[in-house]
């Protein structure tokens, strides 16, 4: 899901004097989100980089303090994993209808601060 976000288009949506110093494909999706006025995608942006971490340090570093943290993070033994994975699925469709519902409120297509797209038109 991380994987798929697409940076440069994102990027082409961060004015450049912004884009300095953002790193990461989700960075750029919440600069995004940012500058077109989008509110409410603070936990969306948790959760994708939790669960970036736990890409990142799960099945190469099982034993590493990063995914010992991570694994708490997502309950990971106190669950068994089904439901864990499940739970992680709940979360990433939130993100996606969240993602969905901002592309199509055209959002996405004025910056925050500029005109809006009843005064565009």
Same mark, same amino acid.
């Given at each position: 899901?991380?994987?798929?976000?697409?940076?440069?288009?994102?990027?082409?949506?961060?004015?450049?004097?912004?884009?300095? +110093?953002?790193?990461?494909?989700?960075?750029?999706?919440?600069?995004?989100?940012?500058?077109? +006025?989008?509110?409410?995608?603070?936990?969306?942006?948790?959760?994708?980089?939790?669960?970036?971490?736990?890409?990142?340090?799960? !099945?190469?570093?099982?034993? +590493?303090?990063?995914?010992?943290?991570?694994?708490?993070?997502?309950?990971?033994?106190?669950?068994?994993?089904?439901?864990?994975?499940?739970?992680?699925?709940?979360?990433?469709?939130?993100?996606?209808?969240?993602?969905?519902?901002?592309?199509?409120?055209? !959002?996405?297509?004025?910056?925050? +601060?500029?005109?809006?797209?009843?005064?565009?038109?």
């Amino acid at each position: 899901m991380i994987d798929s976000l697409n940076e440069k288009a994102l990027s082409a949506l961060i004015p450049p004097e912004q884009l300095t +110093g953002i790193k990461g494909s989700i960075a750029r999706l919440e600069s995004v989100l940012g500058v077109c +006025g989008v509110s409410d995608f603070e936990s969306h942006m948790d959760f994708l980089r939790k669960l970036q971490n736990l890409r990142s340090s799960g !099945a190469a570093h099982r034993k +590493g303090s990063n995914y010992r943290k991570i694994a708490d993070e997502f309950q990971v033994d106190s669950q068994n994993l089904r439901t864990v994975f499940a739970g992680i699925l709940a979360k990433a469709l939130d993100v996606l209808n969240f993602l969905i519902s901002v592309v199509e409120s055209g !959002a996405l297509g004025r910056t925050s +601060g500029g005109p809006s797209s009843s005064e565009s038109r």
